[in-house]
């Protein structure tokens, strides 16, 4: 049976992006290959910058209605009729090209059989050959590879996991790509000239120079999804200030049935409340007061938003197991309407995720409740593709491959390289793409090309329009009060080296006071707690970053 699907949103509901945390820096590239060198150490300070890559955006199809700066995606109704072409050249020579990449979903079949790979490989006119690794296992294969520094793969992809001395490594390892990407030396690659400079400047530059191509993501971070139809049934509004947020998940509550459900992973780091903390106007992770870096987690507005955390599991509006409980699991909770609202990644947002709802109720974005909002942004990016250190000649070439596959939505290479073979993988009709079963085995879901470039996502949902058109106006009204992270891109030893035990020391915090373990005043004990651990150090850390930066 065919299954209708969306645009890039689809494949981007796996993992971490996923999961909707506002993203930490990303702390992981590939190195020295010429220019900045492993000479000069990893820390942007004291370096001279390259110039972030040109910015050219690609003239499209146009939307139904467009997108703007601060994240507004464009929103497509329809699919294009004409589908432009965005790389005219002869990609490959033919040869042999290996990549290591993440995966959140089944391996794929191989390559004789994968009638997806195989288009692959005659369109970019080499023979890919990718190794995944099952995101569990991720971070282990990647530390052992860079334990051995030996057989690396010509594409490496990094994730947002913050992996010790993963940045010396990349010096030594890698190829620095400054001299084909900074600047309008992009424009050789119109393609990935088309990635948005925010994206650029989440993955950061080490030693003032740069070493990767991000993969692109929208900017909202973790979100609020809700039961509309649920909520007009009982007369809530799209808007509503804190109390009548509080008071809407009390009414929705009871019969074990609940307004809110969290899970387990929200609950390591700040991502649990996230959509709170904006809500109520705190900083996105930091801020910046005179130069100094400023936790967001020492502000008054962040305490607010534990105190409805607090007051939401205190009134058991709280799905009650939300601490053990998986992300899947929670979802399907939402799904069939045991809870009437769940917080999660703005990436769960997809056309695969509407077909589990079903007919069963509208799906919407909440909207901030506070009177001064500060939505949080997410880094633009979940992860970014490097090269092995390579002759000149050689690195043109994976760009290529990289500009092939971050081809935008309305080009030919996108639909390739997103749906597959028409006719195989996919069919058209009067609401857009439609998959065939084939699709679950072969297409990039399985076989992951988009980790290994990514076009800038559009709002695209195909056979649900009300619902494109309601997300739309959601980022239409959130999104100018969104504030982004300023530490993205930075680089932080102690970030690298304790990031996990501080994120575990906050997420505790969190889970221990909302759910009543501690009083909301122990929340000061847990911010000395943090300092102590490092907080202080990677403060100031980011300061003498941050200052080299501007």
């Known amino acids: 049976m065919d299954n209708t699907i969306s645009r890039r949103g689809l494949l981007r509901m796996a993992g971490a992006g996923a999961l909707g945390l506002a993203a930490a820096p990303l702390l992981s590239a590939c190195g020295s290959g010429g220019g900045g060198g492993a000479s000069g150490g990893v820390s942007n300070a004291g370096k001279q910058l390259v110039p972030w890559p040109a910015y050219v955006p690609f ?9 703007d700066a601060p994240g507004v995606q464009p929103l497509y109704l329809k699919y294009p009729e004409t589908l432009t072409q965005s790389v005219t050249d002869t990609v490959g020579d033919g040869s042999k090209v290996t990549a290591l990449v993440v995966t959140f979903g089944p391996p794929p079949a191989p390559l004789a059989q994968n009638r997806y790979w195989q288009a692959i490989n005659k369109a970019l006119n080499v023979d890919l050959q990718i190794t995944v690794v099952p995101d569990p296992e991720y971070g282990q294969k990647m530390t052992t590879l860079m334990a051995s520094g030996s057989d690396l793969p010509d594409i490496i992809m990094f994730t947002n996991l913050a992996l010790p001395h993963s940045l010396e490594f990349i010096q030594a390892q890698c190829a620095d790509l400054s001299d084909h990407l900074a600047g309008d030396a992009v424009k050789q690659y119109p393609n990935l000239a088309n990635i948005p400079t925010y994206a650029w400047k989440g993955m950061g530059r080490i030693g003032g120079r740069i070493y990767g191509v ?52 929200l609950f390591s780091g700040l991502g649990g409340i996230t959509y709170h903390a904006g809500s109520l106007g705190a900083p996105n992770t930091w801020s910046v007061v005179d130069g ?10 962040f305490e607010q938003a534990l105190d409805v955390m607090r007051k939401l599991v205190e009134a058991r509006s709280v799905y009650p197991d939300s601490l053990t409980v998986s992300s899947t699991d929670m979802q399907s909770h939402f799904y069939n309407g045991t809870v009437a609202s769940i917080q999660d990644g703005f990436g769960s947002l997809s056309v695969t995720n509407l077909a589990k709802i079903g007919d069963r109720f509208e799906l919407d974005m909440g909207y901030p409740y506070g009177p001064q909002a500060t939505p949080w942004q997410s880094a633009g990016l979940f992860g970014y593709v490097t090269f092995k250190k390579a002759a000149p000649e050689r690195i043109k070439l994976l760009l290529r491959i990289c500009d092939y596959l971050s081809a935008p939505f309305g080009t030919k290479e ?51 329009p009300d619902t494109a058109k309601a997300v739309h106006e959601w980022q239409k009204a959130s999104l100018p009060g969104s504030v982004g992270n300023p530490a993205n891109g930075l680089r932080s030893a102690t ?18 006071i909302a759910f009543g373990r501690k009083p909301l005043s122990a929340w000061q004990d847990i911010v000395k707690q943090w300092r102590q651990a490092g907080g202080d150090q990677w403060a100031e850390e980011l300061a003498k970053e941050y200052a080299a930066s501007q």
């Open 214 to 265: 991000p993969l692109e993501r929208p900017t909202p971070a973790n979100s609020l999804f809700v039961n509309r139809t649920l909520m007009d049934e009982a007369g809530i509004p799209k808007n509503w200030t804190t109390e009548q947020y509080l008071d809407a998940m009390r009414e929705l509550s009871g019969d074990r049935k609940w307004g809110l459900g969290w899970f387990k992973t």
């Open 59 to 67: 003239a499209g199809p146009k939307p139904d209605a467009p997108g």
């Open 495 to 512: 970030q690298v080296s304790k990031g996990a035990q501080m994120n575990q020391i906050l997420g505790d915090g969190i889970a221990a």
């Open 292 to 301: 100094r870096f400023v936790s967001t987690i020492t502000t008054p507005q």
């Open 414 to 464: 996108y639909e390739l390289a997103n749906y597959g073979v028409e006719g195989v993988h996919f069919t058209k009709d009067e609401d857009g793409i439609k998959t065939t079963d084939l699709f679950e085995t072969e297409s990039n879901l399985s076989l992951p090309t988009r980790y290994i470039g990514a076009a800038p996502a559009v709002l695209y949902l195909p056979g649900h």
